[in-house]
DNA sequence: CGAGTCCTCGCGAAA
DNA sequence: CGAGGACTCG
């Protein structure tokens, strides 16, 4: 996962350990290392407990991780412990992570340990593993491997056409919440036939959602795609139906490891549980294994076992993560060994200080203290905006601060609750020329664009795909309207063939003669396509696809001006398809597609970047960062009002704000504003209940909630510093209660103005004027044509930097 | 059929 | 405020 700064590397041990192991002339050591391990690279610099993680040998090993407690190095030297002693082939090791990129890092920590050796293991997420056991299986069980993945975006289409269909809107049923049912069964590996044999059939939306269920997974089949849920379940099923399919990867792999175990739901945890089954004799016996881990009386035992987790981390209940997987993990594996990581190695006590107390407030769990030996450090900085754009200013000021001081702007990163806070985030950062990238939300491959331009290669891999098909129909307009689409999968569905057989009856289907046409070159040009793929790039096919339909060229064409950036994402997706060609030589279209189809938020994150981190808490997981900015930390976002009436919906909120906390290894900011735009209106907000569980003592507020609020002109001002704050439920003194129709009444509240500049000249000793800051004096200009950036000391606001282009700013 | 406009609704997190 | 749907007109 993320890359600790344990002292267990630190010091020397990671530079000097690949020399020792890659050099064949030291002598590799057998089993165990003897004594208390000094001089083993594998174990140097270990703590007791990290040690004993590396060191056991069992059927099941649970250890229990707190944040940044080496959990990482203590899970790859594991690995490389099994692998140097001889104990396992890579190829019988399974390694699951959360993200691809923490399956990266795992594999090139083990390679340094190791050397090549390493290549062969099976290091990914539950989802890339479940890909690649199914497209291998896939013929079966009646799916071709050249299957189709549907993201939640897909199913949502689809949905919306079945739901639409069976009138079902009338009764309740939405894409987004028949979806979230649906998803939520077959985490709960619930199909069709067990929901309709459970359900109630006098409850008329039961048997109307059994219908839409019904028709979303027929067309699912009928178009040889999977969603992500499916990924998982399938795979469960796969092995439950196909003893000997199974056997195959039980013999396999005799070591499987899980990272964030919390999180696993109840199809993870199935799939693990089938891995770990032992082969029975007859199964053995009719496979004709030959294998030497067999036991005498002809069986092969199961696989060990280690899960590394800890549910204080639990964030992901939303997508049916279990968190009685982890608890009750001595249960479920009998025999089970369980070992405590306590001791924290990348933040400072006044961090793990304020997340231990925060934590402490969850019932229900055992109770755990993390600490470290590196001091105190600095107080966690407390600030409170006006509104979210004073907080992000807040926020850009502080990092500038810090990279004046030498920080990289790669080891900080802003944090946040929900997508929509980016929005004045990124205003007041472009203002203010502060590089950055916001990780996931609305992703480069969630693109209109970029998913039109898939499409076209999903319909060349799997023609079957109706849904790709029909995205592309008309994508580029080429007449090809809903009514001719309808005529079409009419067709199709008469003569029992699919969409995009039907686009090949086009000249006998009554059709007008531009119409058909329109037709038959889509066809001819999907033909002309598929010929290319069998032999040529992914990148030649797909430049093939989007000019000769003419995707580039309506956007180039377009007058709206948006459409260029769109044309440009275009080449940037060929542009995506030459690295991926470079990376992988042997990779085909299917695998392109489906790498594409997994990569996950995190995974975009690149260290060498240069840039501030912006992401929601979520994505945040298992990530470290020296500056930490947890923004919006108000009442209705963090926690988030949504959660307020779901069952453990609070504490999972406090786990989220803890996973927060204990990202930041030396500066931890909190954040949050008195008022925050939503839905193009202001509303007001209130401290969050979980800033009064931080001791006041480890919190120095920069400006507080009460004097924030005293400064905007309410109350008693000087009575409420930060002291005499007391939380959100105190109405009088304390609270923050503002009526609704008085905002704006921050005199200096900072707001996202920019403004057109055009070619403003400016240079170093020119006076300016800026909207939220006031008058200054500029210090420097860097930068060029529209990226010039003025340095500028503020008489009053301090140093800051403005992109000169928009910046609220005149000359004096 | 398609482009344009008005209108409504929503923002919870994600492989 | 923004996306997506319904509606209208050429």
Known sequence: MSSSSSPAQTPSSRESVTPLIVDSSTPVRTGRAQGDGRGDPLLDGLNPQQREAVEYRGPALLIVAGAGSGKTSVLTRRIAGLLRSREAFPSQILAITFTNKAAAEMRERVGHLVGREADGMWISTFHSACVRILRREAENFGFKSGFTIYDSADSRVLLKRIIKDLDADVLGFTPANAGARISKLKNELGDVDSFARNMNVGDPNEVAFLEIFRRYTRELTAANAFDFDDLISQTVFLFRAFPHIAALYQRRFRHVLVDEYQDTNHAQYSLIRELTRPVPADVVARAGFDTPVRTGDGSIPGASLTVVG?????????????????????????????????????????????????????????????????????????????????????????????????????????????????????????????????MGGTKFYERAEIKDAMAYLTAVVNPADALAVRRILNTPKRGIGPATETQLQNFA????????????????????????????????????????????????????????????DALRMSRDPQDEARAENIEELVAVTKEYERNNPDGTLVDFLTEVSLVAAADELDDSSGTVSLMTL????????????????????????????????????????????????????????????????????????????????????????????????????????????????????????????????????????????????????????????GEGRVLAVTGEGSKRVAHVAFDAAGQKKLLIKIAPIEKL
């Open 493 to 552: 569905d008469n003569a029992e063939t699919s969409l995009r057989e039907a686009l090949r009856e086009a000249d006998t289907l009554g059709f007008g003669p531009k119409v058909a046409g329109s037709i038959r070159t889509l066809s001819a040009l999907l033909d002309e396509a598929t010929a290319l793929a069998a032999q040529g790039e992914v990148s030649d096919v797909l430049t093939l696809l989007v000019t000769k339909s003419g995707l580039v």
């Open 618 to 773: 979520h994505t945040a997981k298992g990530l470290e960062f020296d500056a930490v900015f947890l923004t919006g930390v108000e009442e209705e976002l963090l926690p988030h009002k949504m959660s307020a009436n779901e069952p453990g919906g609070p504490a999972e909120e406090r786990r989220l704000f803890y996973v927060g906390i204990t990202r930041a290894r030396k500066k931890l900011h909190l954040s949050l504003a008195m008022s925050r735009a939503q839905f193009g209106e202001t509303a007001v907000a209130m401290p969050s209940r979980f800033l009064q569980e931080i001791p006041d003592d480890l919190i120095e507020w920069r400006q507080s909630p009460g004097t924030a609020r005293s400064r905007g002109g309410f109350g008693p001002g000087a009575l409420n510093g930060p002291r005499g704050w007391k939380g959100p439920n105190n109405d009088r003194d304390g609270g923050f209660a503002l009526p609704r129709a008085e905002k704006k009444v921050w005199p200096n509240a900072v707001t996202g103005t920019v403004r057109d500049n055009g070619d403003l000249e400016l240079a170093a000793g020119d006076r300016i004027r800026h909207t939220d800051f």
């Open 310 to 438: 800890d549910s204080d981390q639990s964030i992901y209940a939303f997508r049916g993560a279990d968190i009685r997987n982890i608890v009750e993990f001595e249960r479920d594996f009998p025999g089970a060994t369980v070992i405590l990581l306590e001791q924290n190695y990348r933040s400072t006590q006044n961090i793990l200080s304020a997340a231990n107390a925060v934590i402490s407030n969850n019932f229900d769990r055992k109770d755990k203290k993390l600490w470290t030996a590196v001091g105190d450090g600095d107080k966690i900085v407390g600030y409170t905006g006006y509104t979210g754009h004073d907080e992000a200013q807040f926020v850009a000021d502080e990092i500038e601060k810090l990279h004046r001081e030498g920080m990289a702007y790669s080891q900080m990163a802003v944090f946040y609750r929900t997508n929509a806070q980016t929005r004045a985030l990124e205003e007041i950062f472009i203002r203010s020329a502060l590089p950055y990238r916001v």
